[in-house]
């Protein structure tokens, strides 16, 4: 696009008659030149050592009108090169600019200052996680201003004595694991808000799954001593569960007990969040162009899109030239969580700014950027590349390519979560596994629970890169999709050793599986016909994909596998047929399976030779 434009300008420039330049002595020529999108004639005349008059001329009697300032694309540059005996080189700097988000800025010690911590809070629902994030916010002092108007932005701030705590405002670990799946660690410190008349629920156990995943600190905030059920000792009897143990059992978790609705106990979870951030370090560089992540943005009708940036290095300063994922802009004007106008952001510190030509997604990186220029070039770059990941072969952590960085790196992780049908098959799966020994690779299984394949596992698997691997229980048609848009691979089993043996294999970097298993659809058991001597015949509706006449089928009741084996016959009303597609009815017989039921799910799958 960057091209046509610029190929537009060229032409609507030409101008039949140029005064004629004045004779120069030509400076030795230079090189290489490094080219870079949107370099004009004067750039390009630095460079190469050559006047500008004389690279105009140049361009002249190669067929091309420009003025010194106009954009050149790579084809004339490289064209005028050529007639000097000059090399281009690829500008870099930019190429590597347009993935800021993955640039590790090297830092040096002496540059780093601390900076106040960034906490989220998580747990389960009703556990009290809003009710504690709006008692912390009254509580806040106010720098002085006394009941300042909060404003909502998505992070505030929590001061006192001259120290401070990024609190994110919004709950739940949604927004943690989107933000993770997008490759964004905002979070310093987690707080895992556990009801102390509730205990450990289903979302704890997800925050802690995440949490540990994540790798980062934790503190366990006990809530709502102040109910009669209140049982402290009984939520930490659980969490020890998960290797979460209080210091006075001899772990190292900090365990706070509180009542976030009587504000009891807060004060002292504050005190112990600023303790934490002062043992694990948290520290920036101030003193450099700001780069962080957008926590909430939004299209406002008056003042157009709206963004509430987390800067979390480098400071953020109104007039700077800023690119947002794909879009960017100037910011024109910044607020804090007071609704305050002001001028500077600091590291950890929370700003809504306005200024920005689209609007963001929630996790997007955002970089600031000298020129307008370069920052327009790199957004645009950037929304081509987004384009094409769109559009193209979704990006997927398949086993093999995960093993195959192993070895340009050193020691990598792999993540895995189990998913199987019974606490007795996770475990042997999970003990087995964790006892592979491969030099330069290591197995983290980081959620091991009985039941299907969820959207959950999935969400977890793309936020920590892990692999999912299912025994005995499949996952259904939207779950699978959903692996499938995310690039998260799912690897189903009904054997121990083959799980094994292809994870040790793989780790071995010769994984080299000739046949695979490929569903090809399933269908709903939608009624069920005993026919004395031949079995149970199950009508059948097909849901998804096909089911070929000599497939091999797994029965499935709630997500678990109740059998496999083969079909013993396929018909649509008394034909046989060699395949049924989606949305046609059908009646299946399963061979040497006569229990089928109502509400079963068959799935089909036939054996795939695939290619290396
Ligand atoms: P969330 O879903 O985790 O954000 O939970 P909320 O903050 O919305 O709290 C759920 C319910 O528990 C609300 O009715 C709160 O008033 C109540 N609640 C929260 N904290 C406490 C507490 O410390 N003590 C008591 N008794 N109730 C609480």
């Excluded at 504690?132 to 006192?160: F, N, P, S």
């Excluded at 970089?367 to 769109?390: C, G, N, P, S, Y």
């Excluded at 691997?469 to 121990?496: C, H, M, Q, W």
Aim: charged share 30%; net charge negative; hydrophobic share 40%.
């Amino acid at each position: 696009m960057a091209k046509k434009h610029q190929t537009n300008q060229r032409r609507n420039t030409r101008r039949p008659n140029r005064k004629k330049t004045k004779k120069k002595q030509p400076p030795k020529p230079q090189g290489p030149v490094h080219f870079k999108e949107g370099m004009n004639v004067s750039e390009l005349s630095q460079m190469m050592g050559i006047p500008i008059s004389t690279i105009i001329k140049k361009l002249m009697t190669l067929g091309t009108m420009i003025n010194q300032n106009q954009p050149l694309d790579k084809e004339t540059v490289e064209l005028i090169a050529m007639e000097y005996n000059i090399e281009v080189l690829e500008d870099t700097s930019q190429q590597e600019a347009i993935h800021f988000e993955e640039l590790q800025t090297e830092e040096k010690e002496d540059d780093l200052e601390v900076r106040p911590p960034v906490v989220t809070i998580m747990g389960h629902v009703d556990h009290g996680k809003t009710t504690l994030l709006d008692t912390i916010r009254h509580a806040r002092v106010t720098e002085g201003e006394a009941g300042g108007i909060t404003q909502h932005i998505g992070a505030y701030r929590y001061m006192k004595d001259g120290q401070s705590i990024t609190f994110i405002d919004t709950p739940g670990h949604a927004a943690f694991t989107e933000m993770r799946a997008r490759g964004a660690s905002i979070t310093d410190i987690a707080i895992l808000v556990v009801a102390a008349d509730d205990g450990v629920m289903p979302q704890t156990r997800e925050a802690i799954d995440h949490i540990k995943a994540a790798d980062v600190p934790v503190i366990v905030a006990v809530n709502k001593m102040d109910m009669a059920g209140a049982n402290p000792d009984k939520v930490k009897q659980e969490l020890a569960e998960f290797n979460l143990i209080p210091e006075e059992w001899g772990g190292d978790t900090i365990f706070a007990e509180l009542s976030a609705l009587k504000n009891e106990g807060v004060e002292n979870l504050l005190d112990m969040i600023l303790l934490t951030a002062e043992v694990t370090e948290i520290k920036a560089n101030p003193n450099r162009e700001a780069s962080g992540h957008v926590i909430e943005a939004e299209l406002d009708k008056g003042r157009g899109p709206v963004a509430t940036l987390l800067v979390q290095n480098g400071t953020l300063h109104l007039g700077d030239t800023i690119v947002i994922g794909d879009t960017y802009g100037r910011v024109r004007n910044m607020t804090d969580d007071f609704g305050k106008q002001v001028e500077h952001a600091l590291p950890s510190m929370a700003v809504e700014i306005i200024g920005l030509s689209d609007v963001p997604a929630a996790g997007d990186p955002f970089k600031v950027f000298d020129e307008e220029r370069t920052a327009r070039q790199i957004a645009e770059k950037r929304a081509e590349e987004t384009w094409k990941d769109e559009h193209g072969v979704a990006k997927s952590v398949s086993l093999d390519d995960m093993f195959a960085q192993i070895g340009e790196n050193e020691k990598k992780q792999l993540n895995i979560i189990i998913k199987g049908d019974t606490q007795g098959s996770i475990e042997a799966l999970k003990g087995a596994l964790e006892t592979i020994e491969v030099e330069g690779a290591n197995i983290t299984v980081i959620r091991a629970s009985v039941g299907t394949i969820t959207e959950t596992d999935v969400t977890l698997a793309n936020a920590s890169g892990a692999y999912i691997i299912g025994f005995n229980v499949r996952p259904s048609a939207a779950v699978r999709d959903t692996a499938r848009d995310k690039g998260v691979e799912i690897r189903l089993y009904s054997i121990i050793y083959k799980a094994i043996e292809d994870i040790e294999m793989a780790m071995e970097g010769m994984l080299d599986p000739e046949f695979e298993e490929v569903v090809t659809g399933q269908a709903e058991v939608r009624d069920t016909f005993k026919i004395s001597k031949l079995g149970t015949i199950a009508g059948c509706y097909v849901t998804d994909g096909f089911i070929k006449r000599d497939a091999t089928v797994r029965v499935l009741r709630d997500g678990v596998v109740v059998y496999e084996g083969d079909l013993a016959s396929l018909k649509r009303f008394k034909d046989d047929v060699k395949e049924v597609r989606q949305g046609f009815e059908c009646g299946i017989m399963i061979e040497k399976f006569n229990d089928i039921k109502e509400g079963d799910i068959i799935e089909a799958s036939v054996m795939k030779e695939i290619e290396r």
